[in-house]
């Protein structure tokens, strides 16, 4: 008997997830009343419920301090929480899911020994995939995000946003279930952001109902150009404050300029200066 | 290749980086020559350039055949101190607990004089060679542990993520992660090392002052000074020397061809 999720109310104390507890087939990664507490007393996270559905593209949207990459990275399993559970597919480990979990840094985080085409294999490599069907998965990975005549070039002879594609490429080589992305575009320039915005969207969008995709970024836009949920985190102590869909089906340049648009992103500065009490400058 | 051409060569920074210093170098042996002719200087004090080139023509042979016996002690020290470098290193970085219970003592051997202990390990050890590479091994070892460490350490966090989150096991991080991170800090150590193992050499062979056929260049340099014969010295000197700056040139060349493609301190 599968339980829903609506179903499990939150009681007190952090054990409210029942043992017997199976988020249904579609909750890929499911995050119960996480709290997050660091040596020196800071709460980055506290009473965190998050579910995430399959196929779904999702921002955590937030301020520096409000705990959206703790969060990120307890899903991929880099972090543990101080209080509460997280599942992957119901299981409490990535590794027992079976779920292929990709992750996109801030940097590009490409080794600067290694041409392109070997840092995308990377992941292969270590699965321990034959290098003959993993260079031809790398190279039906490179072309995606253009960088089909780049194999050859080192890290350091490409732009930092060339970089970035190449980080893309890496995380989908292995066809992952789920893709975690930490402020990737943060560091790049205004347009070469939204064009790679665009591309991840597409990327996506070819994968439909089996990529889930987790977008960490402080941009409101960004999250709004991009996902079809974004979830509005506050600090201190980091927690979420409103879980808004973006129902719109079309995203390209004409998106950008609607007034659709301008009005999620009003609705979500709205929200932001009510959650931080009006002091939305921090 | 026309631009490069048509500039003046002074103006090519490649012919300026080999030029320069020797332009400064011909001036300052001039300046030398000059001087001891002019105040008439006795040879047995400061000799002139000419008498040590002569010196070095003439004792040519004896002189390279010391400085055979020192290299052969500098290289086996090298390659001690690299090897044995290399693994405590590797060791340091497995376990914390092996690391905070050996690294004082590595800094004990980095500071206690050699001159200082050099006598002891000649007496320890009986076979000669054996002593003096104990010795040069002792001095070129620390810079190899140090720069290893600090180089297997410094890898990037997000690269060590990705590794985590690939499920790679510890081996596949050491292999393909730490040890590539490393390299560029093992090279310096060895530029650091290549030098010290020299400077270990010579000093040992001074305290040893064994003489014979098996005789370094210290020896040399120490008959050459009780016997006043100071060409015979300088000539030595400028041997030691000229060996170092190649050591020196090799492990820079070494690191050159290893890391060029990707690191930035080996550009251009």
New interface residues.
Partial sequence: MLMKYSEIEPEEGSESLPENFIPDADTVLFANRVEKTYGNGTRALDEVRLRIQRGDFVSLLGPSGCGKSTLL?MY???ESPSHGHLRWLGTDTP?KSGLK???V???A?L????NVATNVR??L???GVPRAEADARVAKALEPVGLGAYGKA???ELSGGMQMRASIARALV?EPDVLLMDEPFGALDEFTRNKLDADLRALWAERAQKLTVVFVTHSIYEAVYLSSRVVMMAARPGRIVADVAIPEPVRDDHFRLSDSFADHCRDLSARLLSASGGDAAH | MENIAKKPLLQNPAVVKIVAPLIVGALLLTIWQVLCIAWKVPIYLVPKPTDIIATLWTDGPGLLRALGVTLKITFLAFFVAVVLGVVAAFLFVQNKLIETSLFPYAILLQVTPVVAIAPLIIIWVKNPTAALVFCATLVALFPIISNTVLGLRSV?P??L????????TRW?TLV??RI?SA?PYFFGGLRISSGLALIGAVVAEFVAGTGGTGAGLAYEILQAGFQINIPRLFAALVLISITGVLLFSMMAWLAKIS?S????SEMG
Avoid: V
């Fill in positions: 990275k991929a399993g880099l590794a979990i990709a992750m840094f801030q940097e985080t080794m600067p020994w290694a990377l992941p490599d270590l699965a080192y890290p350091r292995t | 990037n997000g690269l993520n990705l590794f985590r989150l690939n499920g790679a596949q393909r992660l590539p390299l890391l493609h990707w690191h930035e």
